[in-house]
Nanobody, 127 residues
Framework: QVQLVESGGGLVQAGDSLTLSCAAS????????MAWFRRTPEKEREFLAV????????YYADVIMGRFTISRDKAKNAVYLQMTSLKPEDTAVYYC????????????????????WGQGTQVTVSS
């Protein structure tokens, strides 16, 4: 049974930084990828960033390019999302997700290719 547990969310002010963590248990990943999505009242599940488990290649959505950085720690079976220059529009519930297979880049932008999801962590950015 794979479990993903996010942590690190909270209430911050515009311009602040925050780092989210996602710890995976129940499986050792040697391929596939882990990603971050978020949910807002306007968007059910918006892709943000993904990192391939093997090789560490990363892909980002344009909306957060240059502000957010995804990274992984293979020894800890964990993935992180470093968020800087936060804006009120970044307010959302942030989810990590894990895909067990290797796919072409564009597949990872879609939630349908992920096998496991965390419960989400709330990030609120005040203006």
């Amino acid at each position: 049974q794979v479990q993903l547990v996010e942590s690190g969310g909270g209430l911050v002010q515009a311009g602040d930084s925050l780092t989210l963590s996602c710890a995976a248990s129940g499986r050792t990943f040697d391929k596939g990828a882990m990603a971050w999505f978020r949910r807002t009242p306007e968007k059910e599940r918006e892709f943000l960033a993904v990192i391939r488990w093997s090789g560490g290649v990363t892909y980002y959505a344009d909306v957060i390019m240059g502000r957010f950085t995804i990274s992984r720690d293979k020894a800890k079976n964990a993935v992180y999302l470093q968020m800087t220059s936060l804006k009120p529009e970044d307010t959302a519930v942030y989810y990590c997700a894990a895909a067990k297979e290797d796919y072409m880049r564009n597949f990872y932008y879609s939630r349908r290719y992920y096998d496991w999801w965390g419960q989400g962590t709330q990030v609120t950015v005040s203006s």
